[in-house]
């Protein structure tokens, strides 16, 4: 695992200590677990992303 | 004069000494404004208690990285004036506000609570919010400290402030809007500015007490203000009470040419009787009371749920949905984005950032560009969920976090590495940023280490006056919110 995240941080140009790789590397699996969870989402096969939120301003009730 | 606190490491408190601090007298905003109007205070009085505070607080609690002492009486004494001569600014004129340093402002550098940050950001302008808050009157007390860019943790080894608890000050005052958090707790201002990326004012509020409202996204302009996550970032306000900070959103909120993603939508908040007869509230449970909470918890939840209940409202049980998609989503969001602004910067200055901040942000390189696309997929999944439950219900609420702030030890792991491990397991916050709906917290009582504990509001987008409805009635009931630390109490005795 630490060979892998040494490949990503220097692909990204990113200089982390021997330390901080090997804090990087004992958290990754949990992280690459829960991320590639998200490829799993069924409702997402036809959605297309949303790069910057767009909310419609009606609003009812007070305040409004 | 003002300081900026770039320093060598600062030796750690003694806590043997008595601290004290003093607080502008009345306590919240809403009664500041309403006694200047009424000729019982000034700005000039109001101004000058909050700097006692921060005299006698700040180099314990670190709220600041930059005063404006002068600027502000200057400020002060012109507020006084224009409304001896009936020039109204609106709510805030005259009141002491603090602006977290991720906001740049004429009066000093923004630093971000970084060493990289080019100190020419921005000089001498001001942050579109700040412009406002100027406009509208506000004193500027200072720049208040933050996370390294709203991210990371803190370190002692960290040439800046570490942002201790007003409750009790070996525990964290949360982040990243820490000064504001700690300001208004005891008293250095009476509101501030702050951000949220992952619960950045919720955060703090919970921790130190007070309240704070994480807007609609898009609700309020960024433009001036450094950013973490250009998706999930948001601007709001804390405050002693839900009212305060509505009179802040009210000056904070509306459209912004120079920002695309600010939203044509002014702010507005009517007054309110208390009576909450005909509101559906949902309450979240499920992944908000892990093992391990605090004892606490259960109870004071409970309770408020009992206040709201007896205030007329219908509640009912609800389920979060896509809870672990979407936090996860926010976290891959967040950390691309992050990376994507500093990467060229971490590359060059690695050793410059914190360990805390680069800690974190490393992680986008884990994120593929499917990944990111995903994560923002994810969010639209979970905010067209989430609409349906507001088809339900108006409000949800649910704990904050799952007990008071971490002491300042547990901020690292055991190999002495900034661990935001501790957070995660802690706080409820980051859901809310995956999608954009509006989030209040407001205190709800005390762990029995006498720490505070926070309750959640969240509305529809754009609801952000249902919130403060159920908060400000809320806060005539209980009163939590005017709960203030055992170190003013000593003074104001």
């Not at chain 1, 901080?20 to 990754?28: M, P």
């Not at chain 2, 003093?22 to 009085?45: E, F, I």
């Not at chain 2, 602004?341 to 901040?357: A, P």
């Not at chain 2, 409000?395 to 976090?401: K, L, Q, R």
């Amino acid at each position: 695992m630490t060979a892998e995240i040494r490949v990503l941080l220097a692909a990204a140009a990113l200089p982390a200590t021997e330390a901080e790789i090997a804090t990087l590397a004992a958290r990754y699996p949990a992280f690459r677990a829960a991320v590639d969870a998200l490829h799993e989402v069924p409702a997402a096969r036809d959605l297309p992303p949303v790069l910057g939120l767009r909310v419609r301003t009606e609003v009812s009730g007070p305040g409004a | 004069m003002p300081t900026l606190f770039t320093g060598p490491v600062r030796p750690g408190p003694d806590w043997s000494r008595a601290i004290s601090t003093t607080s502008p007298h009345p306590y919240t905003l809403t009664d500041a404004a309403a006694a200047l109007r009424a000729g019982t205070v000034t700005s000039t009085g109001l101004l000058e208690a909050a700097i006692a505070a921060a005299d006698r607080g700040d180099p314990v609690y670190g709220a600041y990285l930059r005063r404006f002492d002068e600027a502000a009486r200057e400020s002060a004494a012109r507020a006084d004036a224009e409304l001896a001569a009936g020039q109204d600014r609106g709510p805030l004129h005259g009141i002491p506000v603090g602006v977290k340093d991720v906001f740049a402002a004429a009066g000093g550098p923004t630093t971000a609570q970084s060493r990289v940050l080019d100190r020419a950001w921005w000089a001498g302008r001001d942050a579109t919010v700040v412009t406002r808050l100027v406009a509208a009157g506000a004193v500027l007390t200072g720049k208040t400290t933050t996370m390294e860019f709203g991210c990371g943790l803190p370190e002692e080894r960290d040439p800046f402030p570490l942002p201790r608890n007003p409750w009790r000050p070996d525990h964290w005052a949360g982040g990243s809007s820490s000064g504001t958090g700690i300001g208004v707790a005891t008293g250095m201002f009476l509101a501030g500015l702050g951000s949220d990326t992952a619960g950045s004012i919720r955060m703090p509020a919970a921790f130190c007490g007070v309240s704070g409202l994480m807007p609609t996204y898009g609700r309020v302009p960024g433009t001036g203000c450094v950013p973490l996550a250009y998706s999930v970032d948001r601007i709001g306000p804390l405050a002693r009470s839900a009212r305060d900070c509505a009179a802040v959103l009210g000056v904070l909120a509306g459209p912004d040419p120079v920002d695309p993603e600010c939203a044509s939508a002014p702010f507005h908040c009517p007054d309110f009787d208390g009576d909450l007869t005909g509101l559906r509230i949902g309450v979240v449970r499920e992944g908000h009371f892990p093992d391990g909470r605090d004892p606490a918890l259960d109870g004071a939840f409970s309770a408020a749920l009992t206040v709201l209940s007896g205030l007329g409202a219908a509640v009912r049980e609800v389920v979060l949905p896509y809870r672990a998609e979407l936090t996860t989503a926010v976290v891959a969001v967040i950390t691309s984005e992050a990376l994507a602004h500093h990467r060229g910067g971490l590359s060059r200055r690695w050793h410059e950032y914190g360990r805390g901040f680069r800690g974190e942000v490393a992680n986008g390189a884990f994120v593929s560009g499917a990944d990111y696309v995903q994560a923002q997929r994810v969010r639209r999944i979970a905010q067209a969920a989430v609409d349906r439950i507001f088809g339900e219900v108006d409000v949800i609420v649910c704990p904050t976090a799952s007990g008071g702030a971490p002491h300042v030890d547990e901020l690292a792991g055991p190999d002495g590495v900034p661990d935001s491990g501790v957070l995660f397991r802690l706080l409820t916050t980051p859901y809310w940023n995956g999608v954009a709906n509006p989030v209040l917290a407001v205190p709800m009582g005390f762990t029995a280490d006498g720490l505070p504990l926070s309750l959640q509001l969240a509305g529809r987008p754009y609801a952000e006056a249902e919130l403060v409805r159920v908060g400000e009635a809320y806060q005539r009931v209980t009163g939590w919110h005017l709960r203030t630390p055992p170190v003013v109490a000593e003074v104001a005795a």
